[in-house]
């Protein structure tokens, strides 16, 4: 049975689902209305839910009425910087454009940001939608909103207690993309082996992005790699270089396997903010306003214009001194992180950090990434750590298991209460140079409504 | 012979394939605090390029945690000759901790969730099975107390209490003991079954875990005996360790059995 058919392109909803819609819309709005004016929360997931329960379809009836199509963000890491640098594009070309910004990437969050543009007759209002989605989501919602386009921007480890592993991921996400329509298109990370190898074998239109800058090579591969082994094969892949974690220029020696061929020239784009991270980030949302028809001096402009969402790389001001805020949620984001603040480090301009790792749901209650990151590297630099956060004992561990004797005099202070452990981060640090704060996702949060003085919402 | 005539050699199983867990932080521990205590200390790792000769000559052996794919291809690997050697290195009473997709590989056999079953080196008496891809992992922090006599006799001498460990346990597959001695009780968690309160395995001196976190950090006394206990293996003679300054070690394990509402001497 078909409820919903496309005629001259008009969306038609048959009577009782559009009766079933309107309904759920205006329960949702309700919610958000009273969670926003109680300043309960962001609003971000509940009236999505309950919306779902009184249109168990609501999902695929709203994004189809998208008029360009739907855009789905998928990835461990970088997908709300993405999602917001492709929004700013996308915008600024003059498109109006519907995105999941609160970062609530789970189905409900979902509905929730369609809702949030839909009237009260069921009907939204918007030329392309921008979802994040998480990456054991994605298999749920792709028969449901039939994305026109799927980006993947990286596979790594994040918290194993809810994920479990890259391969079966992987696995899952070709087996739910394969029945998509042929003019879906998928844009894909080339550098990752379990992408490059997922878009090499699908039937839809697959493009690739990548790195071909062999001067930012690291100098080994770091430890916190997940798939250094052939996707196709099994076989030990062969890296003429990496950029970051498994992230590189490789093939395999066994069967031919390699990196896909790239559809952009990095060296052609500048970045937008600090890191490889984010010129792979970049790079994607680039390539996929090129696919959409962006102008190029759109897309230039918006990358030189580009800011930070909270806590990545966002950049504060307290009393007088710099203080930069770099989400690390994982061992590839941390190590990336600690690369750059020892750039930073290297020219003079930091020399204290602080670590606050938490335990929390949405940081992971598996703590024990923190040995896979190299954080020798960081204690090498020398200067100051303070370590806080729920787990802060963990922490510390971890920093003083990577002191050894020519740890350049690094010292460890540890402070079990945020606010103070801030201040003393803060007095450690000299007016002219940055403070950085590494934090896991729950407390960037606590970190910034200690900074700014208000909770966020 | 004094300390810095001494060399620990670590041997560190399949650090590529089987690292999924943090359980690095085990290798990293005992290298630090075999230098901190003066002795040489080489990290050997036993990947796939490993020869016989290179696991005949450690003193340690460490092992973690591996996704189910990466565990197919160790099995492939772990086969003949260096399957003998690791068999003969255990039974010869050279210590070993291992944690997690590990001790699965040491036992008969290993059933995952999807595919085929992994047959198992059959060192220890206990086999794994994973109960479905939609069964819940046994997922949280993890406190038990050693139990296996001869270490818990060792450790007690050692720390003047029972000795009682804080992990972090994160595992599908379940495992059944079978005349293997179990390496404790648990009194926090699920251990190796989440039925028979039973946490890993000892055999002579290899620990078999689910506890990692990783699992030697906050238990410092732990990675100790295992270097006493290799040393002594190796030189035959008595190998006396100096206490070093592990306050964070034991303000980490406060927290814990604060946070988990337990007390180290009710344990």
Same mark, same amino acid.
């Given at each position: 049975?078909?409820?919903?058919?496309?005629?001259?392109? $008009?969306?038609?909803?048959?009577?009782?689902?559009?009766?079933?819609?309107?309904? %759920?819309?205006?329960?949702?709005?309700?919610?958000?209305?009273?969670?926003?004016?109680?300043? *309960?929360?962001?609003?971000?997931?509940?009236?999505?839910?309950? %919306?779902?329960?009184?249109?168990?379809?609501?999902?695929?009836?709203?994004?189809?009425?998208?008029?360009?199509?739907?855009?789905?963000?998928?990835?461990?890491?970088?997908?709300?910087?993405?999602?917001?640098?492709?929004?700013?594009?996308?915008?600024?070309?003059?498109? @109006?454009?519907? =995105?999941?910004? %609160?970062?609530?990437?789970?189905?409900?969050?979902?509905?929730?940001?369609?809702?949030?543009?839909?009237?009260?007759?069921?009907?939204?209002?918007?030329?392309?939608?921008?979802?994040?989605?998480?990456?054991?989501?994605?298999?749920?919602?792709?028969?449901?909103?039939? &994305?026109?386009?799927?980006?993947?921007?990286?596979?790594?480890?994040?918290?194993?207690?809810?994920?479990?592993?890259?391969?079966?991921?992987?696995?899952?996400?070709?087996?739910?993309?394969?029945?998509? &329509?042929?003019?879906?298109?998928?844009?894909?990370?080339?550098?990752?082996?379990?992408?490059? =190898?997922?878009?090499?074998? *699908?039937?839809?239109?697959?493009?690739?992005?990548?790195?071909?800058?062999?001067?930012?090579?690291?100098?080994?591969?770091?430890?916190?790699?997940?798939?250094?082994?052939?996707?196709?094969?099994?076989?030990?892949?062969?890296?003429?270089?990496?950029?970051?974690?498994?992230?590189?220029?490789?093939?395999?020696?066994?069967?031919?396997?390699?990196?896909?061929?790239?559809?952009?020239?990095?060296?052609?784009?500048?970045?937008?903010?600090?890191?490889?991270?984010?010129?792979?980030?970049?790079?994607? %949302?680039?390539?996929?306003?090129?696919?959409?028809?962006?102008?190029?001096? $759109?897309?230039?402009?918006?990358?030189?214009?580009?800011?930070?969402?909270?806590? @990545?790389?966002?950049?504060?001001?307290?009393?007088?001194?710099?203080?930069?805020?770099?989400?690390?949620?994982? &061992?590839?984001?941390?190590?990336?992180?600690?690369?750059?603040?020892?750039?930073?480090?290297?020219?003079?301009?930091?020399?204290?950090?602080?670590?606050? *790792?938490?335990?929390?749901?949405?940081?992971?209650?598996?703590?024990?990434?923190?040995?896979?990151?190299?954080?020798?590297?960081?204690?090498?630099?020398?200067?100051?750590?303070?370590?806080?956060?729920?787990?802060?004992?963990?922490?510390?561990? @971890?920093?003083?298991?990577?002191?050894?004797?020519?740890?350049?005099?690094?010292?460890?202070?540890?402070?079990?209460?945020?606010?103070?452990?801030?201040?003393?981060?803060?007095?450690?640090?000299?007016?002219?140079?940055?403070? =950085?704060?590494? &934090?896991?996702?729950?407390?960037?949060?606590?970190?910034?409504?200690?900074?700014?003085?208000?909770?966020?919402? | 012979?004094?300390? +810095?005539?001494?060399?620990?050699?670590?041997?560190?199983?399949?650090?590529?394939?089987?690292?999924?867990?943090?359980?690095?932080?085990?290798?990293?521990?005992?290298?630090?605090?075999?230098?901190?205590?003066?002795?040489?200390?080489?990290?050997?790792?036993?990947?796939?390029?490993?020869?016989?000769?290179?696991?005949?000559?450690?003193?340690?052996?460490?092992?973690?945690?591996?996704?189910?794919?990466?565990?197919?291809?160790?099995?492939?690997?772990?086969?003949?000759?260096?399957?003998?050697?690791?068999?003969?290195?255990?039974?010869?009473?050279?210590?070993?901790?291992?944690?997690?997709?590990?001790?699965?590989?040491?036992?008969?056999?290993?059933?995952?969730?999807?595919?085929?079953?992994?047959?198992?080196?059959?060192?220890?008496?206990?086999?794994?099975?994973?109960?479905?891809?939609?069964?819940?992992?046994?997922?949280?922090?993890?406190?038990?107390? #050693?139990?296996?006599?001869?270490?818990?006799?060792?450790?007690?001498?050692?720390?003047?209490?029972?000795?009682?460990?804080?992990?972090?346990?994160?595992?599908?597959?379940?495992?059944?003991?079978?005349?293997?001695?179990?390496?404790?009780?648990? #009194?926090?968690?699920?251990?190796?079954?989440?039925?028979?309160?039973?946490?890993?395995?000892?055999?002579?001196?290899? #620990?078999?875990?689910?506890?990692?976190?990783?699992?030697?950090?906050?238990?410092?006394?732990?990675?100790?005996?295992?270097?006493?206990?290799?040393?002594? +293996?190796?030189?035959?003679?008595?190998?006396?360790? !100096?206490?070093?300054?592990?306050?964070?070690?034991? !303000?980490?394990?406060?927290?814990?059995?604060?946070?988990?509402?337990?007390?180290?001497?009710?344990?």
């Amino acid at each position: 049975m078909t409820l919903v058919d496309r005629k001259d392109g $008009v969306v038609k909803i048959n009577l009782v689902d559009q009766l079933r819609l309107s309904v %759920a819309v205006s329960t949702a709005n309700t919610i958000t209305y009273i969670i926003r004016s109680l300043k *309960l929360g962001a609003a971000s997931v509940l009236p999505g839910e309950i %919306a779902s329960r009184i249109q168990p379809r609501i999902l695929s009836l709203l994004s189809r009425q998208v008029k360009y199509g739907v855009i789905m963000i998928a990835g461990t890491n970088g997908k709300t910087t993405t999602s917001r640098l492709l929004r700013k594009m996308l915008e600024n070309q003059g498109w @109006r454009v519907v =995105h999941n910004e %609160a970062g609530a990437n789970l189905e409900n969050g979902l509905a929730t940001a369609l809702i949030e543009r839909t009237n009260l007759f069921g009907k939204l209002k918007a030329d392309y939608a921008i979802l994040e989605v998480d990456e054991n989501v994605i298999p749920k919602v792709l028969p449901k909103i039939q &994305p026109k386009f799927i980006l993947c921007l990286n596979l790594f480890r994040d918290q194993l207690d809810r994920y479990g592993e890259v391969d079966t991921i992987s696995q899952r996400w070709s087996k739910a993309i394969a029945p998509l &329509p042929p003019d879906t298109v998928v844009i894909a990370n080339a550098d990752d082996p379990t992408l490059s =190898h997922l878009g090499q074998n *699908l039937t839809q239109k697959v493009l690739f992005f990548g790195l071909s800058e062999p001067q930012y090579y690291l100098d080994e591969i770091p430890h916190a790699v997940d798939s250094i082994y052939c996707p196709s094969c099994g076989e030990s892949l062969n890296y003429q270089g990496v950029y970051l974690s498994h992230l590189g220029d490789f093939d395999c020696p066994n069967c031919g396997f390699k990196k896909s061929k790239v559809n952009i020239d990095s060296s052609k784009w500048p970045q937008i903010l600090i890191g490889l991270y984010n010129k792979y980030n970049t790079l994607a %949302a680039t390539l996929l306003a090129q696919q959409i028809g962006v102008a190029e001096s $759109v897309i230039l402009e918006t990358i030189k214009t580009f800011e930070a969402a909270f806590g @990545r790389a966002e950049e504060l001001e307290i009393s007088g001194k710099k203080v930069r805020i770099l989400l690390a949620k994982n &061992p590839v984001g941390m190590n990336e992180t600690i690369r750059t603040v020892n750039e930073i480090k290297k020219a003079g301009g930091a020399s204290t950090t602080l670590m606050v *790792l938490n335990d929390r749901i949405p940081d992971g209650t598996d703590v024990s990434w923190i040995w896979d990151v190299d954080t020798e590297k960081l204690v090498a630099s020398g200067g100051n750590i303070v370590v806080s956060g729920d787990r802060v004992y963990d922490m510390a561990l @971890r920093i003083k298991y990577s002191q050894t004797n020519g740890n350049n005099g690094c010292k460890l202070i540890v402070k079990e209460d945020l606010s103070e452990a801030i201040a003393t981060a803060l007095e450690h640090t000299p007016v002219g140079e940055t403070l =950085h704060i590494l &934090p896991t996702y729950s407390a960037m949060l606590e970190v910034r409504g200690l900074l700014t003085g208000k909770q966020i919402l | 012979m004094n300390n +810095q005539q001494m060399e620990l050699k670590i041997g560190w199983l399949y650090p590529t394939l089987m690292s999924t867990y943090g359980d690095r932080g085990n290798v990293i521990c005992i290298q630090q605090r075999a230098q901190w205590h003066g002795f040489n200390v080489q990290v050997i790792p036993l990947d796939l390029q490993a020869s016989v000769t290179e696991i005949h000559q450690v003193d340690l052996l460490v092992g973690g945690g591996a996704q189910d794919r990466q565990q197919e291809i160790v099995m492939r690997d772990l086969k003949g000759a260096k399957a003998t050697a690791l068999r003969e290195k255990i039974e010869a009473g050279t210590p070993g901790v291992f944690t997690c997709g590990a001790p699965q590989l040491l036992g008969h056999y290993y059933e995952p969730a999807l595919g085929q079953r992994i047959e198992g080196l059959g060192l220890f008496d206990f086999v794994s099975k994973h109960p479905g891809i939609d069964a819940k992992r046994c997922i949280g922090n993890v406190i038990f107390e #050693i139990t296996a006599s001869k270490l818990a006799e060792e450790l007690t001498a050692l720390l003047g209490k029972p000795p009682v460990i804080i992990g972090f346990e994160n595992h599908g597959g379940r495992t059944y003991l079978g005349k293997v001695e179990a390496l404790g009780k648990v #009194i926090s968690g699920y251990g190796n079954n989440g039925e028979d309160g039973m946490e890993g395995a000892f055999y002579h001196n290899a #620990i078999a875990t689910y506890s990692h976190g990783p699992v030697l950090p906050k238990n410092p006394f732990l990675a100790d005996w295992l270097i006493k206990t290799a040393l002594q +293996q190796k030189y035959q003679t008595n190998v006396e360790l !100096q206490l070093l300054d592990d306050r964070l070690a034991m !303000q980490a394990r406060e927290a814990m059995f604060k946070k988990l509402g337990v007390s180290e001497l009710a344990a």
